[in-house]
């Protein structure tokens, strides 16, 4: 595509007075300034789930506008290597604005210990955990941390599921104990989420 002659002449003043009025300008230029600090790039990471699913499908936590999840991590700072012994609360709704114009995300925090920021968002609403036999593991949600990583998750909150072949809703489903069982009136089957493990990776 060839450049109009306004973007020409535009770029061309490279006047610092319309850089400070332009905010995309303004965070090219802190996205600069980041990149000199490593511990400041944003990484991929995701939330693996597995879980022996019986009777039920479409394991998902119960996170909506109106009725936010609050994804507990424990959080482990990349500039000092130091873990907090604390969990924290990700909501995917909420933002929280960075400090010295650096935009906003889920997640603000600052290490306790060397005082540095950092922060976490959500990508997009989770992905259902499908049943399967054998149990596979399945992305849940995707999230980028600058300067932190979540290093474990615990499954506070109510959860979602249903019937495998009945539909039947299931909510207010807790999996913090590491287990789950019901029964479905509508198949007539007791129906069990069991054996879970969470794993943190690499997207
Ligand atoms: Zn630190």
Redesign the pocket.
């Known amino acids: 595509m060839i450049p109009s002659p306004t973007t020409q002449t535009a770029c061309d003043t490279g006047d610092n007075d319309l850089v400070l009025l332009n905010e995309t300008s303004t965070e090219q230029l802190s996205g600069v300034f980041q990149q000199s600090a490593q511990s400041t790039l944003p990484k991929m990471f995701a939330l693996e789930l597995k879980a022996e699913l019986t009777g039920v499908t479409n394991l998902r936590p119960d996170d909506s506008q109106d009725n936010p999840f609050w994804y507990m991590f424990k959080v482990q700072?990349t500039?000092?290597r130091?873990t907090h012994s604390n969990y924290v609360g990700v909501n995917r709704f909420e933002t929280n604005e960075m400090s010295g114009s650096r935009g906003e995300a889920n997640f603000v925090w600052k290490?306790k210990?060397?005082k540095?920021e950092s922060s976490a968002s959500i990508k997009a609403a989770p992905k259902p955990y499908e049943q399967s036999e054998p149990a596979k593991s399945q992305r849940l949600i995707e999230f980028d941390c600058r300067g932190l990583e979540f290093v474990e998750f615990k499954p506070e909150g109510d959860w979602l599921a249903e019937g495998l072949e009945s539909g039947t809703k299931f909510t207010g489903i807790e999996l913090v104990d590491g287990e789950w069982f019901d029964y479905d009136e509508k198949a007539g089957e007791e129906v069990s989420i069991k054996d879970i493990t969470w794993e943190i990776r690499r997207a």
Request: neutral net charge; charged residues 25%.
């Open positions: 700072c500039s000092c130091e290490c210990n060397c540095r």
